[in-house]
Nanobody
Framework: QVQLVESGGGLVQAGGSQRLSCAVS????????MGWFRQAPGKEREFVSS????????IYADSVKGRFTISRDNDKNTVYLQMDSLKPEDTGVYYC???????????????????WGQGTQVTVSS
C-alpha cells in the first residue's frame, strides 16, 4: 500500500520560511516523479512544483519560482519543499503527490499524479 505523509506545515509570518517534507512508503521511490500542489480555501488545487526521479530536473509554477525549492532524498524516500519569502497568498493546504507512471519525468498536470498525501496546512500571516 502506497503512503505519502506530509509534515512541516504551520503558521509563519510573511517573509518567513518553512520546509515541508513528504515521506513515501509502499513503493519504489527512486524511479518516480514527485510533485507538490496546494489548495487555498474556495479555490481549485494547483500545481506548485515537480521533480524528476533523479532530482536533476525541476519545474515550478510562476507564482513560486525563485522562492520555493523542491528536492528529494532517494535514500530516505522523501521529497522536500523549501519555501522562502512566503506571502499571504501562499496560504493553503499543501499536498505531495506521486506520478507513478511516465518514467519519472516531471509534469505540472494534476491528472497524471495517482497517489496523494493527506495534506498539511500552511498559513502565512501578513
Amino acid at each position: 500500500q502506497v503512503q505519502l505523509v506530509e509534515s512541516g506545515g504551520g503558521l509563519v509570518q510573511a517573509g518567513g520560511s518553512q520546509r515541508l517534507s513528504c515521506a513515501v512508503s509502499g513503493r519504489t521511490f527512486n524511479n518516480v516523479a514527485m510533485g507538490w500542489f496546494r489548495q487555498a480555501p474556495g479555490k481549485e488545487r494547483e500545481f506548485v512544483s515537480s521533480i524528476n526521479w533523479s532530482g536533476g530536473r525541476k519545474i515550478y509554477a510562476d507564482s513560486v519560482k525563485g522562492r520555493f525549492t523542491i528536492s528529494r532524498d532517494n535514500d530516505k524516500n522523501t521529497v522536500y519543499l523549501q519555501m522562502d519569502s512566503l506571502k499571504p497568498e501562499d496560504t493553503g493546504v499543501y499536498y505531495c503527490a506521486m506520478k507513478s507512471l511516465g518514467y519519472g519525468v516531471v509534469s505540472d498536470d494534476i491528472r497524471l499524479y495517482d497517489y496523494w498525501g493527506q495534506g498539511t496546512q500552511v498559513t502565512v500571516s501578513s
